[in-house]
């Protein structure tokens, strides 16, 4: 027994069955390559988080390194879509569920403003259009009143 008790023991955490392990550290090394992508050349980016193997603990890990940032918007679109802003400019977290509450997709955006904020060209057009008609109908309304026709109260 005394050639036993002479054997040094060491004890080693279970290997990760699942999940990224180190990966966090490498999702947030491709996060500052994406950045500079953006600063330098303005090309946005998306990481995919659920095409990773991420655990919950992983996904809590990259949420505490990323932090929150004072940006924070909720469209509510056939489910609601959560787009957080991290701790990094241009760097955001994106959730989106369905009507059922159900994760669809989550991503971190890196851009200026993630795409889904931004407003296409038509879009606008067509909400000058309708405010313009709304306001012609208030003016019309208010003219029938005798009022000034602005519209605005």
């Not at 180190?22 to 500052?32: K, R, S």
């Not at 950045?35 to 991420?54: G, Q």
């Not at 993630?114 to 057009?125: F, H, M, N, T």
Request: contains cysteine; glycine residues 12%.
């Amino acid at each position: 027994m005394s050639r036993l008790a002479g054997i040094p023991i060491r004890v080693e955490p279970p290997a990760r069955v699942d999940g990224l392990g180190g990966g966090v550290t490498a999702i947030l090394h491709e996060i500052v390559r994406r950045l500079e992508r953006l600063a330098a050349a303005s090309e946005p980016s998306a990481i995919d988080l659920r095409s990773l193997p991420m655990s919950p603990l992983d996904r809590t890990e990259l949420k505490r390194a990323l932090g929150e940032g004072e940006v924070r918007a909720t469209l509510n679109a056939e489910g609601v879509s959560t787009i957080q802003e991290t701790h990094f400019p241009g760097v955001w977290w994106v959730e989106h569920r369905d009507l059922q509450d159900q994760l669809l997709a989550e991503l971190i955006d890196v851009n200026y403003v993630p795409d889904i904020l931004a407003r296409v060209s038509g879009e606008i057009a067509a909400g000058a259009r309708a405010l313009g008609e709304q306001l012609a109908t208030a003016a019309t309304v208010a003219a029938g009143r005798g009022g000034n026709g602005a519209g605005c109260q």
